[in-house]
């Protein structure tokens, strides 16, 4: 699992020679009705281990969370079931708040 900050996401989101990743948001709903990084997908962290199967395993992955903790952890379940192409990003959605989306609510 790779560490990757909001400016290093921010630049693979914006390069258009590069294959966009999977952003899974961990968070829970009401989370992420609150704010969420643009083409995220809402999967609450205890869902994870049911919707297994609906993941590939080999696709470049971004686990994202509040402030990097509950994604680091879901992304280490994650490699233990095989997957290989992840990033967990540091600092969370607080971070990408307040380091490339000023507008997004914090919280």
């Known amino acids: 699992m790779n560490q990757l900050s909001p400016l290093e996401l921010s630049e693979w989101l914006s390069d258009p020679g590069r ?3 999977l952003l899974l948001d961990v968070r829970e709903p009401w989370e992420f009705e609150l704010c969420h990084i643009d083409g995220s997908v809402p999967a609450p962290m205890n869902s994870i281990p049911a919707r297994l ?3 590939d395993p080999d696709a470049q992955t971004v686990v994202i969370c509040h402030h990097g903790a509950r994604s680091f952890q879901v ?3 994650l490699e233990h079931n095989g997957f290989q192409q992840l990033h967990n990003l540091a600092g969370g ?3 990408w708040a307040r380091t490339i989306n000023p ?5």
């Open 19 to 21: 294959a966009r990743p």
């Open 103 to 107: 507008k997004m609510p914090l919280y």
């Open 75 to 77: 992304a280490h379940f």
């Open 53 to 55: 199967s609906e993941l």
């Open 93 to 95: 959605v607080d971070a």
